[in-house]
């Protein structure tokens, strides 16, 4: 054998061993990949796992106060396999502070009840109920990139009983004026309640003041609820009270916890019943 047959042995079991080596590598770096990508899932697995068991601990939270009518102040506990939650529950309305309502879509309507409810959810009509000589001021038009021609308009619907009767009067009011439509002026030198562009005062009897809009409501009448329609165009709107709103309603919050830590918080709002939107355009009004 020469040299350069020796030398071309050594070369080439050098480049075997080149080879083996990249192989090597190469393997190593898929097998690692593999297991980064089974890790990754199994994390991503557990994390979606203990998600669920915490919004199931929140839900079964939910469904206690619910199924128990539990009292408005107390918070409450609710054991599972693996999770807990606690729930609390708190009262809408029985402030004169600002109610908000959430985003409305034009046509649809929100409630307000101005008179107090028994304890089984129904109109206790022998109840304290919103004076009829006291302002409420509504603010709308939560938008404010809106155009003129956008801005929402709002049909205000007072339900009351008087005597024996039950009755209803509705005033509509919008900012726009071009439109021609015969509604009442809203003020529109915003912003109101915060953060709106137009707003209407409004009162269920009269007051004499030329900025308060009067429902000319007989003063014995009682306030039963107040029904708030935008129209052409959604909007939030807020309500002022000049006096306290009876209780509207109840927030039940519920937090579920694991126990590795995870969290998750569900909150309900359960309103009292409300009478169907139809109804909207199935009453005449009065005035």
Request: overall charge negative.
């Amino acid at each position: 054998m020469t040299i350069f047959q020796k030398i071309r042995g050594r070369f080439d079991r050098g480049q075997i061993v080149l080879i083996l080596v990249l192989i090597t590598v190469v393997g190593l770096t898929i097998g690692l990949s593999l297991i980064s990508r089974t890790i990754t899932d199994i994390r991503i697995s557990s994390q979606i796992e203990q998600s669920s068991r915490a919004f199931s601990a929140a839900e079964a939270g939910i469904e206690t106060a619910l199924r128990g009518n539990i009292a408005v102040g107390p918070t409450g506990t609710v054991s599972l396999e693996g999770a807990s939650a606690n729930f609390a529950v708190q009262t809408l309305g029985g402030t004169s502070d600002n109610y908000n309502l959430p985003l409305t879509e034009a046509g649809n309507s929100q409630t307000v009840w101005l008179i107090e409810h028994s304890d089984d959810n129904t109109i206790n009509e022998s109840g304290e109920s919103y004076p009829t000589n006291s302002i409420i001021e509504i603010c709308f038009g939560s938008k404010s990139e809106v155009t003129e021609e956008k801005a929402p308009a709002i049909l205000v619907s007072l339900y009351y009983k008087e005597a024996a009767e039950y009755k209803v009067a509705k005033k509509a009011f919008d900012p726009y004026e071009a439109r021609d439509n015969g509604f009442d002026h809203a003020d529109e030198l915003g912003p109101y309640c915060g953060n709106f562009l137009y707003r209407k005062k409004i009162i269920a009897h009269q007051d004499g003041d030329s900025g308060t809009v009067d429902f000319d409501i007989q003063p014995s009448s009682t306030l039963l609820l107040m029904r708030i329609q935008p129209l052409y165009e959604a909007t939030a709107i807020t309500v002022d009270p000049e006096r306290e709103l009876p209780i509207q309603g109840k927030i039940i919050s519920s937090i579920g916890q694991t126990s590795t830590g995870v969290a998750r918080k569900i909150q309900v709002y359960q309103s009292y019943p409300v009478l169907p939107g139809l109804l909207d355009f199935t009453f005449f009004s009065e005035n």
